[in-house]
Structures are given as C-alpha cells and as structure tokens.
C-alpha cells in the first residue's frame, strides 16, 4: 500500500485448518509479519513537510472468522497521537459473544484492557514509535488470538489495512475575472450575469427577494481601483482589493480585503456587505474583538463546513483561527469526542501554545447562549471585525 494514498489492502496470513499446537509456534510462524503490518501502520514521518496532512489516519485489524463472528485486534493510528488498541467485546458483534465470556473479559483486564468507546469494545492507548514498540504490540496480538479466542488455527487467520483522511482538498481563489466571479456565484445559488457600466464589468445578481444587488469589479490590471457593492437600498461600501474570497456554507461570499486590512463578508441572504474582522487601520491585534483586532494587509481568507474562518495574516506572519456560527461549539472546554474522531481541543491546544489566537463569534456566542467561562483556554471572545482585521492581513490560507 502507497503510505501516503488513501485506500485498503486485505491479506490472508492463514488458511483455516492448519493447526497451531502452542502459543510459540504461534508466535515463531507469524511475529514478523505481524509485526511489519503493524509497524507500517503506526509509522509517521515527524513532521507534516514530510508527507502527512491534519486529519490522516490509519488502522490495521488482525482477525479470525469463526462461522458467524468476527474476532478482531485492531490499532487506530494518526500522526502524533497514541494509538488505540481495540480487542472485540461482541457488543456491535454479536457472534462474538460467546468467545468473550467472563474468564476471556479477565484476561483482557489484566493485559491492561477496559471496555471503552462508541463501539463499547476493550481498548487502550499504546505507544508505538519504533519496531520494538510494534514487535511488542505484535506478540500481544497473538497472544489474544490464541489465549483469548481460543485460534489454534482452524478459522482463517486475516489482516487487513486502511488509510484514509478527514480533510477535504478546497479551492482558494487569488483572483477572478469579472466573469469568474459571475459563475463563482451562480454556483452558490444567485442569479448572475455580467453587465457593462460606462466601461467597467459589473457582476449583478439577484437571490430570494433581494433583487439589483451589484458587484462592480475592477478592470483587469487595475487592482488599485476599488471592488464596490451596491445592495438594494443601501449605501455604497468598497473593497480594496480583495485578493482572497471564500464561500461559506450557506452561501455567504467571504474577502481578504487587503488594502483595507479587514475581512469582509457579502450576506446571500440579504445581498449586503460587512466587516466582521478589522477596523480599517493596519496593526497586529490586539486579540479578542474582531472588530477591534487589526491585521496587516491579509491575502487569505477560508471557511469550513462548520462556518469557522481561517485568515491569513500576511505581514504580520501569524494564522489566526475565528470561530462563527454553530462552529462556536468547538471553543467549549470539556468536550468529549468520539472515540476514532479528530480531537479538535488538542489541535486547539497546540495552537495556543505557539501563540495562535483562537477567536469565538461573540454574537454567535450570545445566540447559543455561551459565556466567556465555557470557552477552552485561550480562546476569546472576538467580533466580525476582528475576523475581517486578520483576513486582510493574511498571504496564505491553510485547509484542513
């Protein structure tokens, strides 16, 4: 299997009825390879230039097939975290059950074992950062096969590997022509078309009950000119250009508004613009309200499914992580994830160590009724100007 491409592998290290008569010839037959699937498992370059994204996985899973059951060790592993050990409790596998009795479930408990985990199977964390640690946790898995289920080699004897990721790969526009624009918002349910005024594109569209709303984009070449929206009966506001656009998940446009060092939002629901990071002014900060948190000329501009906004501050070299909508719920502190799911509190975590400021919608916050003490350590209360103020400011926009 290619370590670094999604996908799955299944090998038969056993047929069924060859017979294993002790525990050692058990071990003696099949340690090595064992080991090797399990090593090739667990093993992660140190660092993410080296070949691995947020979000990666992998697991291996030793099995034997009795008629009517599945009885399985597996290994969960992603880069940078223990790997979770997992023996079948017959809980979601109901064929096992009669191979985990009371004696089995004692043998489990004195190899460190305990039930645990969304599929209630005995599992723990195990660390596996060298061939030793993997020859380990090999022998460990024969053992359980063959003291535990009782394999004395007459099931088939199976492994099987999977790899995979949780991210998704998304596009991050640095410039669009008028008539880009114009099929970017199309594409999230406006009505668009291009229109000429006095010699300059207009990208207009409609959407519900909010007609005329306007975009006039500056010519090809003059970036210095401004990008200007005229919703229905308001008022003309400008962008500065605005290298770095995303779309939100409702539908909402997002802008790096470099030149205005804000973040901007166009609202599809009402066809208006506002400033949700910034205020207009170049500086570094201070953290906390948006609206008062000023970036230094950002590029990048991201939003998740979630409606969290990542911005890149270009020129004062710093990412910043702002959370809105329903993704304020990630900010809580004492939040339990599934086993087997990405913990986002530990990536949380090693960005405030290195000084990344976390910022929490507070108007969202007030709608979900989350005060400033539920949030985890390091994250603060911010506003949309402060998220426009760290877009301006951003080069370049990681994905994850």
Same mark, same amino acid.
């Given at each position: 299997?290619?370590?670094?491409?999604? !996908?799955?592998?299944?090998?038969?290290? %056993? @047929?069924?009825?060859?017979?294993?008569? $002790? #525990?050692?010839?058990?071990? =003696? +037959?099949?340690?090595?390879?064992?080991?090797?699937?399990?090593?090739?498992?667990?093993?992660?370059?140190?660092?993410?230039?080296?070949?691995?994204?947020?979000?990666?996985?992998?697991?291996?899973?030793?099995?034997?097939?009795?008629?009517?059951?599945?009885?399985?060790?597996?290994?969960?592993?992603?880069?940078?975290?223990?790997?979770?050990?997992?023996?079948?409790?017959?809980?979601?596998?109901?064929?096992?059950?009669?191979?985990?009795?009371?004696?089995?479930?004692?043998?489990?408990?004195?190899? !460190?074992?305990?039930?645990?985990?969304? %599929? @209630?199977?005995?599992?723990?964390?195990? $660390? #596996?950062?060298?061939?030793? =640690? +993997?020859?380990?946790?090999?022998?460990?898995?024969?053992?359980?096969?063959?003291?535990?289920?009782?394999?004395?080699?007459?099931?088939?004897?199976?492994?099987?590997?999977?790899?995979?990721?949780?991210?998704?790969?998304?596009?991050?526009?640095?410039?669009?022509?008028?008539?880009?624009?114009?099929?970017?918002?199309?594409?999230?349910?406006?009505?668009?078309?291009?229109?000429?005024?006095?010699?300059?594109?207009?990208?207009?569209?409609?959407?519900?009950?909010?007609?005329?709303?306007?975009?006039?984009?500056?010519?090809?070449?003059?970036?210095?000119?401004?990008?200007?929206?005229?919703?229905?009966?308001?008022?003309?506001?400008?962008?500065?250009?605005?290298?770095?656009?995303?779309?939100?998940?409702?539908?909402?446009?997002?802008?790096?508004?470099?030149?205005?060092?804000?973040?901007?939002?166009?609202?599809?629901?009402?066809?208006?613009?506002?400033?949700?990071?910034?205020?207009?002014?170049?500086?570094?900060?201070?953290?906390?309200?948006?609206?008062?948190?000023?970036?230094?000329?950002?590029?990048?501009?991201?939003?998740?499914?979630?409606?969290?906004?990542?911005?890149?501050?270009?020129?004062?070299?710093?990412?910043?992580?702002?959370?809105?909508?329903?993704?304020?719920?990630?900010?809580?502190?004492?939040?339990?994830?599934?086993?087997?799911?990405?913990?986002?509190?530990?990536?949380?975590?090693?960005?405030?160590?290195?000084?990344?400021?976390?910022?929490?919608?507070?108007?969202?916050?007030?709608?979900?009724?989350?005060?400033?003490?539920?949030?985890?350590?390091?994250?603060?209360?911010?506003?949309?100007?402060?998220?426009?103020?760290?877009?301006?400011?951003?080069?370049?926009?990681?994905?994850?």
């Amino acid at each position: 299997m290619d370590e670094n491409a999604a !996908g799955s592998e299944r090998e038969r290290l %056993a @047929d069924a009825n060859r017979p294993v008569e $002790t #525990i050692d010839a058990f071990i =003696d +037959a099949h340690l090595p390879r064992v080991t090797a699937r399990l090593w090739s498992t667990c093993c992660w370059p140190e660092s993410m230039a080296e070949g691995w994204k947020v979000g990666d996985f992998r697991y291996v899973i030793f099995s034997v097939e009795p008629e009517g059951a599945s009885l399985y060790v597996q290994f969960w592993s992603e880069p940078g975290e223990d790997v979770v050990m997992e023996v079948c409790s017959g809980a979601w596998n109901p064929g096992a059950v009669e191979y985990v009795g009371r004696p089995e479930r004692g043998k489990l408990e004195r190899l !460190g074992f305990a039930v645990d985990g969304r %599929a @209630d199977n005995f599992g723990k964390e195990v $660390t #596996i950062a060298s061939p030793a =640690d +993997a020859e380990r946790y090999a022998r460990e898995v024969l053992t359980v096969l063959f003291d535990v289920f009782g394999y004395r080699g007459q099931w088939p004897f199976e492994v099987q590997r999977e790899q995979g990721a949780r991210w998704e790969m998304a596009a991050t526009y640095e410039s669009l022509t008028p008539e880009d624009f114009g099929k970017l918002a199309a594409e999230v349910g406006y009505d668009a078309a291009i229109v000429d005024a006095d010699g300059t594109p207009i990208v207009a569209w409609s959407a519900g009950s909010h007609a005329g709303n306007t975009l006039l984009v500056a010519r090809p070449g003059q970036a210095d000119e401004p990008v200007r929206v005229n919703p229905a009966g308001a008022s003309v506001d400008s962008l500065h250009q605005a290298p770095g656009l995303a779309l939100g998940p409702g539908g909402d446009i997002y802008l790096a508004d470099t030149e205005s060092h804000t973040i901007r939002v166009i609202r599809k629901s009402t066809g208006r613009i506002e400033t949700i990071v910034g205020d207009g002014a170049k500086g570094a900060g201070p953290d906390g309200d948006p609206l008062h948190c000023r970036l230094d000329r950002p590029h990048g501009v991201f939003v998740d499914r979630e409606g969290n906004v990542y911005i890149g501050d270009s020129n004062n070299n710093k990412v910043r992580v702002f959370l809105l909508g329903d993704g304020v719920i990630c900010g809580l502190a004492g939040l339990n994830p599934p086993d087997a799911t990405y913990n986002v509190h530990e990536l949380f975590k090693q960005l405030t160590q290195r000084d990344v400021p976390i910022g929490v919608c507070f108007p969202c916050m007030e709608q979900r009724g989350v005060p400033d003490t539920m949030l985890i350590e390091g994250a603060r209360r911010s506003t949309m100007d402060d998220l426009t103020a760290w877009t301006e400011e951003a080069e370049k926009v990681l994905v994850f």
